[in-house]
């Protein structure tokens, strides 16, 4: 009940509806004015409903790499050495405060959009702040991940503690009263995944952990992905391409405007003008940027371990070495492909594993289910229409987290995360 008059009280006359003890914010009274998912997902907030943020002139950071060495059996090529250690952000407060790790979503490297919007939001509130880039990213597979293979969340976790415990050391001067930890996305289910191996580990004793629009069935995510790739476009045929379209459209828009205005209100507004992207587009957008996201990490995961499912084992790279071909052969796989040609003989050869069923199972949330309910530390805040979710994925939710669920009506995948609303939100969860 006091749970229920504190968020009512937060929303400002917002009304809750209690189902399975989830926090149901009503259509109604909630006030993002996207009702489009996909829409939501790609131009998120209106400028105007947006917490205000300081600039980052205002804020005590630095961004400084870590080497972690991960042992393999090949090493990287000449071409990696920008990333051979890995990089990361720090913003630090002038007195002791409480730490929040910030995991990125697919691909994502620390200084994401969102992991730059995340940062300013806590380090306004008075928190210290690390951003780390995903175990998908080119940086984290080629520095910091041991079998260069992400996918198999448990794995991915440890390489993300090892990252974590060498940032603590490299900064020994912040001083910290408590740990705290976020993920949005795939950085969600990762952050779950740390949370508890820390439980054994002890070496950060997480006060709070918050799991912002993670994917419940982690296959199941990636295959709503790499469908949206597969939407039939009106307008796009043998001679007009997908990227020509959009381009099209966006001179057009910057024609009208009279200037070319590239701030990060440029989609919003963009899909307020007669130049909109439709449903199908917009689809085809999510769903082209995450089939990059798949091919990058298809690609490295390959080169890194000599596979030669991409790559020839033994083609020379280096820096001069053109990597057109490979990219374009690594864009016909798609996250389905990198699970059946690469994550799934990896874990089969290393665990003596069995049916993609099993890998599944292990890889999502399922695998910490009992977890995950009985630790009162984590909280899951989600959308119901978001794009990665599947039949049956908000009713494992809503059994496991109870009411530290907080199921918000729009927002499509991440759209909302930035809406005045929801950061309140995000930092009253901390507060407690």
């Known amino acids: 009940m006091l749970r229920s008059l504190r968020f009512a009280a937060l929303f400002g006359g917002v009304i809750l509806s209690a189902s399975a003890l989830a926090v149901d914010i009503d259509a109604a009274s909630y006030g993002y004015p996207l009702t489009n998912p996909f829409e939501a997902t790609i131009a998120t907030t209106p400028p105007d409903l947006r917490p205000e943020l300081p600039l980052d002139d205002d804020i005590d950071q630095a961004t400084r790499s870590v080497t972690l060495r991960p042992e393999r059996e090949f090493q990287l090529p000449d071409n990696f050495w920008p990333v051979k250690k890995l990089t990361y952000r720090i913003a630090t407060q002038d007195k002791a405060a409480p730490l929040i790790f910030l995991i990125a979503g697919t691909g994502a490297r620390y200084d994401s959009t969102l992991n730059e919007y995340l940062k300013k939001l806590y380090y306004k509130a008075g928190y210290h702040v690390v951003q780390l880039s995903s175990p998908t990213s080119f940086d984290f597979m080629s520095a910091a991940s041991r079998f260069a293979t992400p996918g198999i969340t448990k794995e991915d976790a440890e390489d993300m503690y090892r990252v974590m415990q060498a940032v603590r050391a490299q900064n020994p001067n912040v001083a910290v009263t408590d740990y705290y930890l976020t993920g949005y996305s795939l950085g969600a289910l990762d952050a779950a995944f740390v949370a508890h191996l820390d439980e054994t580990r002890r070496s950060f004793n997480f006060k709070k952990v918050l799991l912002l629009n993670p994917p419940v069935n982690l296959y199941t995510s990636i295959t709503n992905l790499d469908k949206l790739v597969q939407t039939e476009v009106k307008g796009i045929n043998n001679s007009t391409t997908f990227y020509e379209l959009v381009l099209d459209k966006l001179t057009r828009y910057f024609q009208q405007k009279g200037y070319i205005d590239l701030n990060d209100a440029l989609l919003y507004d963009f899909q307020q003008s007669k130049q909109h992207l439709s449903n199908e587009q917009m689809a085809m957008l999510i769903g082209t940027s995450f089939r990059f996201s798949a091919a990058d990490i298809a690609f490295t995961s390959d080169l890194i371990n000599r596979r030669g499912l991409i790559t020839p084992p033994k083609y020379p790279i280096t820096e001069g070495t053109t990597l057109t071909p490979f990219l374009k052969r690594a864009l016909q796989c798609d996250f389905d492909c990198y699970i059946t040609e690469q994550v799934i003989p990896m874990w089969r050869a290393r665990t003596d594993g069995g049916s993609l069923l099993q890998l599944i199972d292990q890889v999502s949330l399922y695998a910490l289910k009992d977890y995950l309910r009985d630790s009162p530390k984590i909280a899951v ?34 759209g909302n995360l930035n809406y005045r609303v929801n950061s309140d939100a995000m930092l009253e969860f901390f507060r407690g």
């Open 381 to 414: 805040m989600h959308n119901a229409d978001d794009v990665i979710l599947g039949p049956g994925d908000l009713g494992f939710l809503r059994k496991t987290f109870g009411d530290r669920l907080t199921v918000y009506p729009l927002g499509g995948h991440c």
